[in-house]
C-alpha cells in the first residue's frame, strides 16, 4: 500500500542552525511530492512540491528539497533557521493527478527552536 | 493563489446537537473537496472526498451517517456532525484541488469542541 513516512517525530534545532527534516514514501511509481506547514490551530500552507525534472526544488521561506528516487525519499532543508519556524511540517504525496486526486500525508514532525 | 475558506473556525456544541461545517472555494471551481480530521499532535486523516452533484465517498471506518457530506454547488462543501459526542472533538480541515489540480489548498480548519 502507498505510504509516507517521516521518521523523526519531533526535532530541536538552535536558531540559525541547519535543519533537515526526513521523508520516505513507498508508492510503485513517481508520486507528486510535496511539504507542507502548518502552525498551531491553523490549516496547512504548501511549501514547495515536486513533480517532475530538476529533483532539488527551491519552495518559501528558504526552504528546499530533494528528490532522490533511489532512496524514496523527498527530505526537507533549509540551511539557517529561524524562530518563526517552529511549526508542525507534513509530508504528503498525491496518487495520480486530477482534482479529485487525494493526499496521503506523512505523521508530520514537530520542529522546535532552541533559542 | 486559489483560497479556500472554512467556517466556522471554531464551535462548542453540547452533546447529542449536530453541527455543521462550511468549505468554499472563493476563487475558483471544485467539483471535488476534501474532509480531514485531525486529531492533537497528529497527522491528517482523510474523512472522506466530496463530489459535486453526487454522494460523497468515504473512508474506511468513517461512519456516513455521522459525518453527513453534501457538495450542492461547484464552491461549497459542508460536513454536518450530527448526534455529536466528545469523541467528536477534534480539528476538521477541508481542502480543494485547484490549478488544474495541480496543488491543494487549505482552509482553516474547524476546531468543534463537543460538551
Known amino acids: 500500500a502507498q505510504s509516507v513516512t517521516q521518521p523523526d517525530i519531533h526535532i530541536t534545532v538552535s536558531e540559525g542552525a541547519s535543519l533537515e527534516l526526513r521523508c520516505n514514501y513507498s508508492?510503485?511509481?513517481?508520486?507528486?511530492l510535496f511539504w507542507y506547514v502548518q502552525s498551531p490551530g491553523q490549516g496547512l500552507q504548501l511549501l514547495l512540491k515536486?513533480?517532475?525534472?530538476?529533483?532539488l526544488v527551491q519552495g518559501i521561506k528558504g526552504f528546499e528539497a530533494e528528490f532522490k528516487r533511489s532512496q524514496s525519499s523527498f527530505n526537507l532543508r533549509k540551511p539557517s533557521v529561524h524562530w518563526s519556524d517552529a511549526a508542525e511540517y507534513f509530508c504528503?504525496?498525491?496518487?495520480?493527478?486530477?482534482?479529485?486526486?487525494?493526499?496521503?500525508f506523512g505523521s508530520g514532525t514537530r520542529l522546535s527552536i532552541r533559542p | 493563489g486559489a483560497v479556500v475558506s472554512q467556517h466556522p473556525s471554531r464551535v462548542i456544541c453540547k452533546s447529542g446537537t449536530s453541527v455543521k461545517i462550511e468549505c468554499r472555494s472563493l476563487?475558483?471551481?471544485?467539483?471535488?473537496m476534501f474532509w480531514y480530521r485531525q486529531f492533537p499532535k497528529q497527522s491528517l486523516m482523510l474523512m472522506a472526498t466530496?463530489?459535486?452533484?453526487?454522494?460523497?465517498?468515504?473512508e474506511q471506518g468513517v461512519e456516513k451517517d455521522k459525518f453527513l457530506i453534501n457538495h450542492a454547488s461547484l464552491t461549497l462543501s459542508t460536513l454536518t456532525v450530527t448526534s455529536a459526542h466528545p469523541e467528536d472533538s477534534s480539528f476538521y480541515i477541508c481542502?480543494?484541488?485547484?490549478?488544474?489540480?495541480?496543488?491543494?489548498?487549505f482552509g482553516q480548519g474547524t476546531r468543534l469542541t463537543v460538551v
Open positions: 508508492y510503485g511509481a513517481t508520486p507528486y
Open positions: 504528503a504525496v498525491v496518487l495520480g493527478y486530477s482534482s479529485a486526486s487525494k493526499i496521503i
Open positions: 481542502s480543494a484541488n485547484g490549478g488544474g489540480g495541480t496543488e491543494a489548498f
Open positions: 466530496s463530489n459535486e452533484g453526487s454522494k460523497a465517498t468515504y
Open positions: 476563487d475558483f471551481q471544485a467539483t471535488t
Open positions: 515536486y513533480f517532475s525534472g530538476d529533483t
